[in-house]
């Protein structure tokens, strides 16, 4: 074998620059870069450009006079010659949307290119008030400059505005100053047809045949004229003639496509299919996948009609993907998150899609229940601002008064709210709406709530929802009789309706008495069998009971009723885990999602391992789902909320490093997750990273400025700052109540010595807050210190409108009907141990009670497990021996 020579480098002859050498070509690049930078070269560079993409637009050469108009505006970015250049070419592309976003980048002062360039556009996408706006803001400049275009512009705005006598004029001036042109003509021709004025219209015709034939908008406009009058021969010949006397473009424009697309059609009517199919082939070939495309977005619609929101959603996102500026997949694609409650995203798609000026009236109520749900009542008023001083549309005027009692505007918001009454006075939920907003107001104004909700009960006396607003409003008012006369009178007069039936449930389940309500809910499905709230209500029932099976199989009824709704999935589980046979309801949802695959079940599945503590399993159910509906948001937040466990799980044991990094992953999938966000920062205060904690509080206020201020109370909390704590805490009170921070801010009052101020505020916080639960717990617990049992009792009634199943609040209220003699404490009791068997607190109450109605064989075993559970009580020891004693 021959062996390899070795060469040493130093063999080699070396290529290497002399340092000095180097420093000279760095020197020479940078003074050639400078020489050929200079402004003046820029500047004519640029100029140079500008005309080569105006000779090309001209000659029909789209694609080089933008690759021109770009090379311009590189070489000078703020001059606005390169910006119009290339919104010219959008125009002519029929991309508007483009070259209005390519203008409103730039505001060039006095140039009447630009302006009318603008203009043009916002006509174009149907912006007339925009573009009126902008023409009679620069009239005088533009008539100086370029009046005829002004007076086209002006009148194309004014027309489209409905404003047609204006419109008439202009074009006549249009037509004054340039009498060959035969624009002007074209526009009074067509609004003269469409105010059936035959004579004016026929002169406007004739003179376009005489002085303007064989020009392609006016053959175009012969042959609309031909097709109307159904003779297709002449509309055929018209429209191959117009074809010929447009330029030949290097990309196809909207308008040719819309002529050879009518063309096709014609072919097709005259029997001519062959001939048809060489102009549709055509279009295919301009516009290669267009067709994929329509074809993809009908199928979303088609899903989204059915209800399958999941699979509508994948598909859109797929063709956004593929075509991002499909406006219609976006505007759907913010609806279904819209339907879904990702209010955020559906905010995203819709600032993206959704244009105030030229959307639907429906697109803009929906883009405004979005931004009053995310509590920008600013945005309401700027989409629904235009023209509501003289709307006759209810749900706008609902929408717009709801806007101006959230921005603080109680007056004018109420206002508008009436006047929507007045014009449909059947839009009953407008009193709802006003009731609602009494109920939250500050004071609480319950007495006027009812006021509403009795007019609308007056308005349609058979509504179930007014009938349901009736018996809540007068629960949380303490008024339980006038609920039980409300319910009798309802089964009295609509005994067929299931709805009446399912409000008696509510209210003897309000009462604590399941089994009653699991009766009526029975009677409201027999009525109504394919009903999934009375089907949902009887499987809760069930469960509420502790009927296992039962509720099983009503969950298995909820699931084949709403397949699409997570309830019954986690009813389902739920049941099977009471009885220990959690394999049979993962079992269930594997057949069901073998016949038809559903995201939601294995979603449910997934959270209910994750509350087990099992990971593992969820990932697995969550990778299930994912193959079902990839890159599906749902699922993309079920991994956050894993990470979330995980983050939470470790926090809990004090492991804040990996608490860290799994909130950190987490917020990698949800960036704006406020659990998460919250957990990532409590985690670096338990850990006393106090540095870290405040960088990233600063980042969260960047995006949720409360969030981020209640944070900060926590921090400074943690640090004993107390002051500056109760400063942030109070800042985020004052921008948003919650319940969570009213119970820091009285909890720090209270122990830094303002008792008189935590109470004061306690007040506050119930009257800003009427249905947060924690309040009126809160306070009941002072009154019940205080022995005011009665206004203890009234604000437990109150919270348990809103919280049924509050443990706490059941166990507080049947100790005051204890201490009352009231008969419901038995009763109240029952249901809180029921709720919470485990809790030796609950157990004593109901085992005492118990005692006392002389129930000793059932209180004894209930109160020896509540000593088990707390065996240094005195109080339990104490109950234990009387019952035994009496027993």
Known sequence: MALLKIIHPTSFRSNALHPLKIACLILLSLLLTSCFDSEEDKQKLSEKHLMQSASYLEQGQFGAAMIEARNAIKNSPQAPEGHIALAKCFIALGNHKSAIMQLEQISPEANSDYILTLAEAYIARGKYKSANIMLSGNTKLLQSVNPYQYQILKGNAEAGLGKLSEAINRYKKARSLEPSKAEPKLRLAEIYIMQNEQGPAQEMIDSLLEENSGEADVTLFQAKLALKEKNLEKGEKLLTAALTQMPTTDIMTPKRARVISALAEVLTRLGRSADALIYTRSIAKAYPGAQNIKNQYDEAVTLYKDGKLDKAEAVLIALLKETPGHEKAGQLLGIINYFQGDLDEAEYYFNENIDPEISSNAEKQVVALTSLRLNKPEDVLKILGSGIQSSKDPSNLTLYGLAKLSSGEQEEG??????????????????????????????????????????????VPDDAIIHEALVRQQLMMGNSEGAETTVTRVLSKYPKKYSSYLLAGQLSQFKGKTADALNHYQQALALAPSNSAAALKVAQSQYFLRQWQEAFDSYKKVIELQPEKIEGYKGLLSSANAMNKSDSAVSFIEQQNAKTPNVTAYIAVALDSIRRGDYTAAESYRDKANDISENNPTVQKLSAAIWYAKAKQAKDSENYKDAKQFALKGLQLDSDSPLLLTLLAESEIKAEQYEQAAQVIEQIKETNEILGLHLQGDLNNAQKYFASALDSYEKAWDKQP????????????????????????????????????????????????????????????????????????????????????????????????????????????????????GQNDRAIPILEKALEKQPDNEEIKKHLDAAKTAH
């Not at 449909?424 to 007495?447: C, G, R, W």
């Not at 009213?742 to 306690?762: D, N, P, Q, R, V």
């Not at 005011?788 to 919280?803: C, I, P, R």
């Open 414 to 459: 109420i206002g508008y709210l009436r006047k929507a009454l007045e014009i449909a006075p059947e839009k009953t939920h407008i009193y709802l709406v006003l009731a609602n907003y009494f109920n939250n107001a500050t004071p609480s104004q319950p007495d006027k709530a009812l006021a509403e909700i009795q007019r609308a009960y007056k308005a």
């Open 738 to 853: 919650s319940d969570l921070l009213g119970f820091k801010i009285y909890h720090l009052l209270g122990t830094s010595g303002h008792k008189e101020k935590a109470e004061k505020f306690l007040d506050t916080w119930v009257e800003a807050l009427p249905n947060a639960v924690r309040a009126r717990t809160t306070r009941s617990a002072i009154y019940i210190q205080q022995g005011q049992l009665k206004a203890a009792q009234s604000d437990l009634e109150a919270g348990l409108v809103t919280a049924p199943n509050s443990p706490v609040m059941l166990n507080n209220l049947a100790w005051i009907y204890q201490q009352l003699n009231d008969s419901r404490a038995l009763t109240v009791a029952e249901r809180a141990y029921k709720l919470a068997p485990g809790d030796a607190n609950i157990l004593d109450t109901y085992g005492w009670i118990l005692a006392q109605s």
